[in-house]
């Protein structure tokens, strides 16, 4: 089956720094990544949306300027958290769109982000 | 608006048969997923609905009636392993994944 990475797995960080999050499609080629966050016990929401080669598509409430997206190649997208703050802690999750007929979006292992 | 219900939490024996049940009201309906997720780890796929009926997998099935706005997941034969969070998604009609908060399920032996 596909297979989606994500690096890094883990991340721990001060407040005020810019963290860097990878999303890789490992055996085919993603026209569409998305972007997802979960806080604890609660469920994913969608961030963006990234198109490769075009502007990310985010959803109402989330910063443009805050949660850049890079979605350089066909099998890359970056997220990066500028000016990381506490309540910017959570888990960040991408996933690809799928190769099969029924749209199936496969998951990235997910990137815990800890902001002290 | 667009709402997914699911239960929050669930408990069941080792080696019984539990089912999840999920409604949905979406703008426009392009299919049903059935994920599972571990603590801590990203979901990963179960199944996919997209016309009445019964899809079964191994011993995870699925139903769906689109005219209730109903689906679920039927597990057999549960397995330790099987305590996760599951999560019922609905594609809507711009193809965005709208997503239920996931009901807890619990095994015991």
């Known amino acids: 089956g596909a297979v989606v990475s994500q690096h890094p797995s883990r991340v721990i960080c001060k407040s005020g720094t810019s963290v860097k999050i990878e999303c890789r499609s490992l055996?085919?080629?993603?026209?569409?990544m998305f972007w997802y966050r979960q806080f604890p016990k609660q469920s994913l929401m969608l961030m963006a949306t990234?198109?490769?080669?075009?502007?990310?598509?985010?959803e109402q409430g989330v910063e443009k300027d805050k949660f850049l997206i890079n979605h350089a190649s066909l099998t890359l997208s970056t997220l990066t958290v500028t000016s990381a703050h506490p309540e910017d802690s959570s888990f960040y999750i991408c996933s690809a769109g799928g190769t099969s007929d029924y749209n199936e979006q496969f998951f990235g292992p997910g990137t815990r982000l800890t902001v002290l | 608006g667009q709402n997914i219900d699911q239960p929050t939490e669930m408990t069941a024996t080792e080696g019984a048969i539990v089912q999840i049940n999920c409604t949905y009201q979406t703008s426009g309906f392009n299919g049903l997923f059935w994920y599972q997720q571990h603590a801590g780890e990203a979901p990963t796929f179960l199944s996919y609905n997209v016309l009445d009926g019964l899809e079964e997998k191994g011993r995870f099935s699925s139903f769906l009636s689109r005219s209730k706005g109903y689906s679920y997941l039927l597990l057999k034969e549960l397995q330790m392993k099987d305590s996760a969070s599951y999560l019922c998604?609905?594609?809507?009609?711009?193809?965005?994944?709208?997503w239920g908060a996931g009901t807890k399920l619990i095994i015991k032996p």
């Open positions: 990234s198109n490769e080669g075009s502007k990310a598509t985010y």
């Open positions: 998604a609905v594609l809507d009609s711009n193809y965005q994944l709208i």
């Open positions: 055996d085919f080629q993603a026209t569409t």
